[in-house]
C-alpha cells in the first residue's frame, strides 16, 4: 500500500464512498416523522477534513450486490485512489410483511450469507488489482427492540406472527452480527484495512442513544461517531491526507 501512497500528492486523494443510507446521511426526524438526509453527516464531515474530492455514491437501500454494480461504473469513470465500502445493513434484512403475513414458510434475506462474502472479497480483491485502496467498514450496532417495533409497525398481529418465525427478538441483533463478522472476516483473510465503526459504538454504556428510533439508523449524535472514528483511522494511517496534518482533534472539526 505505501507504494502508491506517495502518488496522492500535495492535492490529497479521490475517494468513493460506496454504501447504504447510513453514509447517504439518512436519518428519521422524529418531528416530520419521515426519513431526510442529515445535513452533517459523517461523509459531508470528512469533506471538510480531508485533502483531494470525496464523492459519496451511496443511496438509501443499497445492498452489496446493488452498490458494487455501480461502483464498478464508477471507478471506470472516476479512477479514485480510496474506496470506503460500507454494506450489510439491507443485505441482512428480511422483507417482514412478507414475514408476518405467513410466518409458516421460508424466509431468506435480501443477500444470502455465501453471496455477502463472495462478492465482498472479489471487490476487495478487484479494486486492489487497479492500485486502488479499498477500506471497509464495520456496521454500527442496532437496537432489536425497536427494530422490531418499526418493522411490525407496532401492530400486535404482525408482531405475534413475526415472532412465531423468529422465536426471540435478540435473534435480530445476533443476526446482523453474523454479516458484521463476516466484514471482519474479508478484511483479516484479504488484509484489508477496517474502520471498526461498531466497536466505536459499542464503547459507549448505552449505544442506542445514537441510533435513531427506528432502531437502525445513527442518529446525527451517531454520525459523529462514526466521523471521529474516521478521522482517527486517517490520522493513523493517512495522515498526510488530513487538511491539519491530523493536529486537531477529531470532535474540533
Known amino acids: 500500500m505505501s507504494g502508491f501512497q506517495q502518488e496522492f500528492g500535495d ?8 454504501g447504504d443510507s447510513i453514509s447517504k446521511g439518512v436519518v428519521y426526524d422524529e418531528v416530520r416523522k419521515k426519513y431526510v438526509v442529515l445535513e452533517d453527516n459523517y461523509v459531508s464531515l470528512l469533506q471538510s477534513k480531508l485533502k483531494g474530492a470525496v464523492r459519496n455514491t451511496a443511496r438509501f437501500g443499497n445492498t452489496l450486490l446493488k452498490g458494487i454494480s455501480n461502483l464498478k461504473k464508477d471507478v471506470v469513470k472516476e479512477k479514485p485512489n480510496i474506496v470506503l465500502i460500507e454494506y450489510g445493513g439491507n443485505d441482512c434484512d428480511y422483507n417482514w410483511s412478507e414475514i408476518a403475513k405467513d410466518p409458516g414458510r421460508e424466509h431468506l434475506p435480501k443477500t444470502d450469507f455465501h453471496t455477502f462474502e463472495k462478492v465482498l472479497t472479489e471487490t476487495v480483491n478487484e479494486l486492489k488489482s487497479q492500485q486502488i485502496i479499498p477500506i471497509l467498514m464495520s456496521l454500527p450496532p442496532l437496537n432489536a427492540d425497536n427494530y422490531f417495533k418499526w418493522v411490525t409497525q407496532n401492530d400486535p398481529e404482525a ?9 426471540s427478538v435478540t435473534k435480530i441483533y445476533w ?5 458484521n463478522s463476516t466484514i471482519l472476516k474479508v478484511s483479516e483473510l484479504t488484509k484489508t484495512k477496517l474502520i471498526d465503526v461498531r466497536g466505536a459504538f459499542l464503547q459507549h454504556p448505552d ?15 451517531g454520525h459523529r461517531i462514526i466521523f471521529d472514528k474516521v478521522v482517527e483511522f486517517v490520522k ?11 493536529t486537531n482533534a477529531a470532535c474540533e472539526a
Open 207 to 221: 449505544f442506542t442513544k445514537f441510533i435513531c428510533s427506528d432502531g437502525i439508523h445513527p442518529n446525527e449524535a
Open 236 to 246: 493513523t494511517n493517512y495522515k498526510h491526507l488530513l487538511l491539519d496534518g491530523g
Open 175 to 179: 443476526w446482523q452480527e453474523r454479516y
Open 159 to 167: 408482531q405475534q406472527n413475526v415472532m412465531k418465525w423468529l422465536g
Open 11 to 18: 492535492g490529497g486523494a479521490k475517494y468513493i464512498v460506496s
